[in-house]
T-cell receptor
Framework: SAVISQKPSRDICQRGTSLTIQCQVD?????MFWYRQQPGQSLTLIAT?????????ESGFVIDKFPISRPNLTFSTLTVSNMSPEDSSIYLC?????????FGQGTRLTVV | AQSVTQLDSQVPVFEEAPVELRCNYS??????LFWYVQYPNQGLQLLLK??????LVKGINGFEAEFNKSQTSFHLRKPSVHISDTAEYFC?????????FGTGTSLTVIP
């Protein structure tokens, strides 16, 4: 299993600003995943982050809006840039393979 | 491609009654199926998973699910629910190390 720590757990931000979310895993992992969960909805994969290479973004998500860093095998950051109220969501970090995924507690972001 | 359909967005049920949360999937590759639970203001916790073998899978908190390949279903059941089971439940399928989630079922247990 893996234990994932996300920071911050929640934040309220002004529109037009950026927020960087940190994800720390207690073991080395090849891939880390970032999901968005909009209010009352399911999880949508934003991107997959591999150490030493550019993140792979899903349709509808772009690097300029959601830049991701992956400096080592236990850490990643997701930045939500130039925020608008539509970015208000829970953002979750995840690690795992086909047989199981582990999730952080999430970052609850409110943009005002 | 993989996808998951959860047929019920909200399920109210009285305490100690049985419950079934429905999930259908589509997948072009070998199937790994999961149920996750999300309690209010918390992250996702694995309830159970099907990887292979017996089609009846038992999980935590008294939940179980049955993999039905012919009906492409993976319904979650519990014979007697408790107030503490009130939560959001997500069915998921994995492929290429990515997880695809259904839209979730909100289970509300009524005292």
């Amino acid at each position: 299993s893996a234990v994932i720590s996300q920071k911050p757990s929640r934040d309220i931000c002004q529109r037009g600003t950026s927020l960087t979310i940190q994800c720390q895993v207690d073991s080395q992992v090849t891939m880390m995943f970032w999901y968005r969960q909009q209010p009352g909805q399911s999880l949508t994969l934003i991107a997959t982050a591999n150490q030493g290479s550019e993140a792979t973004y899903e349709s509808g998500f772009v690097i300029d809006k959601f830049p991701i860093s992956r400096p080592n095998l236990t850490f990643s950051t997701l930045t939500v840039s130039n925020m608008s109220p539509e970015d208000s969501s829970i953002y979750l970090c995840s690690v795992g393979e086909n047989t199981e995924a582990f999730f952080g507690q999430g970052t609850r972001l409110t943009v005002v | 491609a993989q996808s998951v359909t959860q047929l019920d967005s909200q399920v109210p049920v009285f305490e100690e009654a049985p419950v079934e949360l429905r999930c259908n999937y589509s997948s072009s590759v070998s199937v790994y199926l999961f149920w996750y639970v999300q309690y209010p203001n918390q992250g996702l916790q694995l309830l159970l998973k099907y990887l292979s073998g017996s089609t009846l899978v038992k999980g935590i908190n008294g939940f179980e699910a049955e993999f039905n390949k012919s009906q492409t279903s993976f319904h979650l059941r519990k014979p007697s629910v408790h107030i503490s089971d009130t939560a959001e439940y997500f069915c998921a399928v994995s492929g290429r190390n990515q997880f695809y989630f259904g839209t979730g079922t909100s289970l509300t247990v009524i005292p």
